[in-house]
């Protein structure tokens, strides 16, 4: 089995998690919060979906920030693993409330937001919102404000169960829609676990927006992320750094 190491140029440890370092890529898209090299930095700023225009993350984001990569490749990664599935049944909440309040803290753009806002419960079979009790802590170390709007029009299959990144647009486009509207023109920041096809939070972001939302921002814990591409932007490396 291939071992990988990070590039320490290339990351900065934010915290930790169960003991291993959660880091954070330097060089990330400026629209979809993907890790890119640093070359890509210099000459675009943009991964190279979002410079073809195929993320089209502005339709109704401003942008998505990632805080650290999660990778399902990585079977002894400690935050990959509680992601796919100990987050979402509850665990570790402060613990992830923890790493998007460094976001919020650190990133210049979330300093002043409205209003945090998760996205509406993953599955019908779930008996939380995980994200909303994220959320919830995050507001009190934060002091910003909890919105939690968002539901689904009807059940649709989980995100995670489909692969193909055209199909997860179909299936939550125009499922989501929100129980109330604002009164003014609230930047909105919304929060999420693990983002990968974006479909999620740009529908969430359309929605917010028709309930007279100012602008969006999508705050993200991890960008979904394949060992080639973190290869390729450099972050990791089969020889240590």
């Given at each position: ?123 019908d079979?779930a ?45 939550i ?7 109330e ?38 705050l ?22």
């Amino acid at each position: 089995m291939t071992t990988y190491y990070p590039v320490q140029e290339n990351v900065e440890k934010v915290t930790e998690f169960k003991n291993d370092p959660v880091l954070r890529p330097l060089y990330q898209c400026k629209e979809c919060g993907h890790s890119i090299s640093p070359e890509f930095a210099r000459n675009t700023g943009v991964c190279g979906m979002c410079h073809d225009g195929i993320n089209n993350i502005g339709e109704y984001l401003n942008r998505v920030y990632s805080i650290t990569y999660y990778c399902s490749e990585f079977s002894n990664h400690s935050l990959t693993n509680s992601l796919k599935n100990e987050v979402k049944q509850g665990n570790y909440a402060e613990e992830i409330a923890e790493i998007l309040t460094w976001g919020i803290n650190n990133f210049s753009e979330l300093k002043e937001p409205d209003y945090i806002t998760p996205p509406p419960r993953g599955t019908d079979d779930a008996n939380i919102n995980h994200m909303k009790n994220i959320g919830e802590i995050v507001s009190e170390e934060t002091g910003i404000p909890i919105q939690d709007p968002l539901r689904k029009c009807e059940p649709y299959t989980s995100q995670k169960q489909i692969s193909d990144p055209e199909k997860r647009i179909d299936n939550i486009k125009n499922n989501i829609e929100s129980i109330e509207s604002f009164d003014s023109s609230p930047t909105i920041v919304v929060i999420d676990d693990v983002v990968t096809s974006t479909g999620t939070l740009k529908y969430s972001a359309k929605v917010l927006l028709n309930s007279v939302a100012g602008q969006v921002v999508a705050l993200v814990v991890a960008r979904s992320e394949k060992i080639g591409d973190l290869k390729d932007a450099k972050i990791i490396s089969e020889s240590q750094q």
